[in-house]
């Protein structure tokens, strides 16, 4: 660089502006690109990241505002991360500046600067265990298998419930960490990291690990992030916001239960942790490996087609333990239920239980018998649920609480009904049933304090647990070895989704929640209530034909057009006014006709699913691509136009690529 030319550089900020902005810094160099700033900006400050250094500006130099600071208490952004967030940026056509701050950790992002934290949580200690159990002959092939690729590939893990994948993870991560390289670990809960945070400190009691995720408070979060960007953690155990985390050694990933939608972010930068992982063991070229006993349909073709290797877990790992016996049974409207006689056995034997019924509070609908009034959200499309306890009615999509009503709004007749159960309900009905058993309900309601759910899990662990009643946070790759008979409550509500995907997710639901039976010694058994016997999901889930079913319904997609044979986007928009929303989408919608592209199918603009939210009409426009990147071309053009609509300017709009709802 000309030493004579003042130094201006270009800072991204957190701006819904595809551009950087040009600021005088007159003691910046190369060393200081992609390191944070305090820049002027209007009356206040902002942080940004420096993403380049030039010579000249497009802006009148008197314009050019000075860097009131550049921070270099840690060190900068590299180029491998630079080409992430990049990728990350253009894929999901999001602005850069806002997909780098959003990287971020929020304590990196104050204008006040960085202050470490002054007390370090030490990690919890746990007793070291002795050696890893021998893998079986299964597990074995696998991890040799994988081991022969050094380089880039993506491996499936397709293993039965509770066949081991963990063991199979910690033996590969051990190469790879005595291969000098650092290790990433996705999980898709945050409820699941105490179980994987215990078995990693007793598996290596000396490595520097972290764990990152919601739950750690925001100095710890930025404090642990920069130790992996120093490389001195040597592994990172996350949910879904961890993907980004600089790792500049990093040999390996692994995404576990990649399955799960708590990969994809709902809202801003609204990407999947899964296939940013995949892009980023590409670029870095390494090997990365998914893990599920119900991989996605997407997973399951590239593994079909070749694209990914497949290695299969076919029986359970504990000796003696083998897959849960399944049995169906209709809902009785009245009396005792069919599994009643097996709870009792059960109970009798010391062993637990598990009921699963996805649905907290008390009831879903309060109702008028009279006049047939419902209780409904004034602010969104849905019915209010029954809190008991709290003597509350609430809605779970805005919040809204109201006071029970005692008496029917509408016509005044003072015995009110309920249809339908909830989490609290059916525990309360447990406890009819068995007055002794001690009970615990685990939803979002009860979860709601820091450190329960580590209670909770110890108290199963300990069996000071016998009924365990729950929502789906209780059905994702947990291990409760004294657990042999789960109950599915109500599965039917979600055999009739219009969703595309309803199928596969409910298949991995019932199939996941009926994997945390009998994972050890004892024989698993498993219930499910349902009218519907005959439905292909219970009947692919009763002969444990996962793979069947996938080539099955890979069939179906690939009939109807749907994902993985075909690519999607979604435009999503929502105001108070639901008129400026359609105006909106109709122009939206004009433009991209005009546009058009190779093999790019425009529907029309429709309510979404939740049609109306906190007072917000809903409305998507999907957009539907043959192959990945025309539809990339396309949206990219669009997303521009888009930007100039002034119809847009006075509603929320949003472009989602690779939808997981539509
Ligand atoms: N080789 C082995 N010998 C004995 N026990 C094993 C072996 N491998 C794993 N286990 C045990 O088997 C149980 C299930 O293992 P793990 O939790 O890894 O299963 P998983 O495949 O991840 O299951 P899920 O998909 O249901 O979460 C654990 O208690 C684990 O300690
Ligand atoms: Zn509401």
């Keep these: 660089m000309d030493l004579q030319s003042p130094v201006i550089v270009e800072v991204l900020l957190d701006l819904p502006l595809p551009r950087g902005f040009d ?31 030039k010579h000249t500006s497009t802006y009148p130099a008197d314009k050019i505002k000075e860097v009131l600071e550049i921070w270099r208490d ?8 630079w080409q992430l967030l990049e990728f990350c940026s253009s894929y999901y056509h999001y602005p850069l500046g806002q997909t780098v701050l959003a990287m971020l ?37 696998v991890v040799q298998a994988i081991l022969q690729q050094p380089n880039f590939a993506v491996h499936l893990i397709h293993g039965v419930t509770g066949s081991g994948k963990t063991e199979v993870y910690f033996s590969l991560i051990e190469k790879v960490l005595e291969r000098g390289r650092q290790v990433l670990l996705l999980v898709p809960e945050i409820n699941l990291t105490p179980q994987l945070e215990q078995r990693l400190a007793r598996r290596w009691p000396n490595l520097n690990w972290i764990s990152l995720h919601s739950g750690v408070s925001e100095k710890e979060r930025a404090r642990r992030w920069l130790t992996a960007q120093t490389g001195a953690a040597r592994l990172v155990l996350g949910t879904r916001l961890a993907v980004f985390t600089p790792l500049p050694e990093l040999g390996l990933i692994v995404v576990d239960e990649e399955h799960e939608a708590s990969f994809k972010q709902q809202d801003g930068l609204r990407y999947s942790a899964r296939d940013l992982a995949i892009v980023r063991a590409r670029q870095g070229e390494f090997p990365i490996i998914l893990g599920s006993a119900t991989p996605t349909l997407e997973s399951w073709h590239n593994a079909r087609t070749g694209r990914y290797q497949l290695h299969h877990l076919r029986e359970r790992a504990v000796p003696g333990a083998c897959l849960p016996q399944l049995t169906l049974a209709p809902t009785m409207q009245e009396g005792l239920p069919h599994w009643a006689t097996v709870l009792h056995e059960t109970l009798s034997r010391g062993e637990q239980v598990l009921v699963f019924i996805n649905r907290r509070g008390y009831a879903p609908v309060l109702y008028c018998p009279n006049c047939g009034w419902q209780a409904a959200c004034p602010r969104c499309s849905v019915r209010l649920v029954v809190h008991r306890r709290t003597r509350q009615l609430r809605c779970h999509h805005c919040g809204l609480e109201q006071v029970l009503h005692e ?60 009924i365990l009643v729950g929502t789906q946070l209780l059905v994702k790759g947990h291990d409760f070895p004294d657990l042999s008979l789960v109950v599915v409550l109500n599965a039917d509500q979600s055999l009739f989704s219009s969703d595309f995907r309803a199928s596969e997710r ?17 024989a698993g058994q498993v219930w499910i209530e349902t009218d519907y016997p005959g439905h292909p999901v219970l009947l692919a889930l009763m002969q444990h034909e996962t793979e069947n079913f996938l080539d099955q319904e890979l069939a179906l997609r690939r009939q109807m057009g749907w994902p993985p044979f075909n690519y999607l986007a979604i435009l999503r928009a929502e105001a108070r006014d639901v008129g400026k929303v359609t105006v909106f989408l109709e122009e939206a919608r004009q433009k991209a006709l005009t ?15 939740l049609a109306r939210k906190a007072g917000f009409h809903r409305w998507q426009l999907l957009v539907q691509g043959a192959h990945r990147a025309s539809l990339q071309v396309f949206l990219a053009s669009w997303v521009d136009e888009l930007r100039a609509l002034r119809s847009g300017r006075s509603i929320h709009w949003v472009l989602e690529v690779d939808p997981w709802d539509c």
């Design 506 to 522: 409910l298949y991995a639901q019932l199939l996941q929640v009926a994997g945390r039976a009998g994972r050890a010694e004892k």
């Design 407 to 466: 008496s029917c709004p509408s016509c005044g007749n003072v015995h009110m009904e309920t249809r339908g159960e909830g989490t609290q309900q059916v525990e309360e009905r447990l406890r009819n049933y068995c007055p002794s058993a001690r009970l615990l309900r685990l939803d979002s309601d009860s979860l709601a304090l820091k450190g329960s759910w580590e209670r909770a899990r110890e108290q199963i662990l300990d069996h000071q647990v016998d």
């Design 105 to 141: 950790p929020p304590a990196l992002r104050r204008v006040g600067g960085w202050q470490p934290p002054r007390r370090v949580r030490q990690p919890r200690k746990y007793p070291s265990q002795s050696s890893a159990p021998p893998l079986n002959e299964a597990q074995r092939s």
């Design 595 to 609: 546009r058009g592209g190779e093999g790019i199918c425009i529907f029309d603009p429709v309510p979404s699913t």
């Design 23 to 53: 600021y005088h810094a007159a003691l910046a160099t190369e060393e200081d690109v992609g390191r944070r700033v305090k820049v002027p900006w209007g009356t206040g400050q902002k942080v940004g990241v420096i993403r380049a250094l």
């Design 74 to 81: 840690v060190p900068p952004l590299n180029a491998r991360d």
